[in-house]
C-alpha cells in the first residue's frame, strides 16, 4: 500500500477489525473469509512496521499506533461513507445488518422482548447487546463499537447526539400480605418500615432518598443490592421495601407473591435518553433502527 496510492478496501477492513476487537466478526460483517481479513491485516502491518492488533483472549486490541491512526483517519471514513450513503437506500428485508446497542441489565428486559418482536420480520438483521461503563460510552459510540446506547441522563459532549425515550415513575413493592398492604402506604408507614436499595455504588443515597430529604424525611436501609432481580426475591420474602422504575417492577411483579404501590410522595421520573454519535447519525441503516427504537416507545 503505497502512500500514494492507498488501498480504501484496507482501511476499511481496519477499521472493522478496530470495531469488532476479532477477525472472525470482521469477517463476518465485511461478507469476506478469515484469511482474506488476515491477509489485509498483515499487508497494513507491513506498512506500518507495526502489529496494530494484539490478540488478548478472545479480543484483538488495538495497539497505540493504530489508536492514533483510527482518530486520524475516522473524518475522511466518515465523508466516504457519508457521500456514498446518499446514493444507497437501506432495505431492511433484504440487507444484513448487526446492531450493536449499549444496554444496562434492567432496560435490557424492558427493551429487548419488543424490539426483537418488531424485528421479527426481518430475519437477518442481529442485536448484540452490551454492558458499557458509562464513562466508556462516547469512546464507544465513536469508535463505531457502539452504534446506540440507551441510558439515564447522562453529560456528554456536542459529538454526541441524545433524545428521550421514555420517563419511568417510581413505584413501591411489598409482598402481599404485607401490613403496609392493608393500612395504606403513607408518609408514616414507608419511614416506618426498612428498605432495600439497589445501586451499583457502594455507598451514597438513591434518588428517592434524595426526594426524602426535600421533605426532611429519612428511611431506614437494611440491604443494599446491586439488582433489581435480586431485591425483589427478597422482596417477596420479608418485611422489607423496594422502591424501583415501574416498567421492569411490573415485570418482575407478575406471577410473584409482590404488590406494586404508589409511593407516599411524588418521587421523580427516571428520563432513559437514547445516544448515538452524530459522525453516523445519517447512515440509512442506523437511520432505520433509531427510527424503530423510537416507534418502540409509542407503541407501549
Request: glycine letters at 4%; a neutral charge.
Amino acid at each position: 500500500m503505497a502512500l500514494n496510492r492507498p488501498d480504501l478496501n484496507l482501511l476499511h477492513v481496519f477499521d472493522t477489525i478496530y470495531r469488532e476487537g476479532s477477525l472472525t466478526r470482521a469477517a463476518k460483517a465485511l461478507h469476506l473469509t478469515q484469511p482474506a481479513i488476515s491477509h489485509s491485516l498483515a499487508r497494513l502491518r507491513d506498512h506500518f512496521n507495526d502489529p496494530l492488533f494484539t490478540r488478548q483472549g478472545n479480543q484483538m486490541v488495538p495497539t497505540p499506533l493504530a489508536r492514533r491512526f483510527l482518530e486520524s483517519m475516522r473524518p475522511g471514513l466518515n465523508q466516504i461513507q457519508s457521500a456514498v450513503n446518499q446514493f444507497h437506500a437501506f432495505d431492511p428485508a433484504s440487507q444484513r445488518k448487526t446492531y450493536a446497542l449499549g444496554l444496562r441489565d434492567v432496560l435490557e428486559s424492558t427493551f429487548l422482548p419488543q424490539l426483537i418482536s418488531k424485528l421479527a420480520p426481518y430475519p437477518d438483521m442481529e442485536v448484540q447487546s452490551q454492558r458499557v461503563a458509562r464513562r466508556d460510552m462516547e469512546t464507544q459510540l465513536a469508535a463505531g463499537k457502539l452504534d446506540f446506547a440507551i441510558d439515564v441522563l447522562l453529560p456528554v459532549s456536542n459529538q454526541t447526539s441524545h433524545e428521550l425515550l421514555r420517563q419511568d415513575r417510581l413505584v413501591v413493592l411489598a409482598r402481599k400480605g404485607h401490613p403496609v398492604i392493608a393500612q395504606g402506604l403513607d408518609m408514616a408507614s414507608y419511614l416506618e418500615a426498612r428498605h432495600i436499595l439497589v445501586s451499583s455504588r457502594a455507598e451514597g443515597p438513591g434518588i428517592e432518598d434524595f426526594e426524602l430529604s426535600r421533605h426532611g424525611a429519612q428511611r431506614t436501609i437494611r440491604l443494599r443490592c446491586q439488582h433489581y432481580y435480586a431485591a425483589c426475591r427478597v422482596v417477596e420474602s420479608s418485611d422489607l421495601l423496594l422502591t424501583m422504575p415501574e416498567t421492569y417492577a411490573r415485570i418482575i411483579a407478575q406471577n410473584t407473591d409482590i404488590e406494586v404501590l404508589a409511593p407516599p410522595v411524588e418521587m421523580p421520573s427516571i428520563d432513559v435518553h437514547l445516544y448515538w454519535h452524530k459522525a453516523y447519525e445519517q447512515e440509512p441503516a442506523l437511520v432505520w433502527f433509531r427510527d424503530l427504537l423510537r416507534n418502540l416507545q409509542k407503541a407501549q
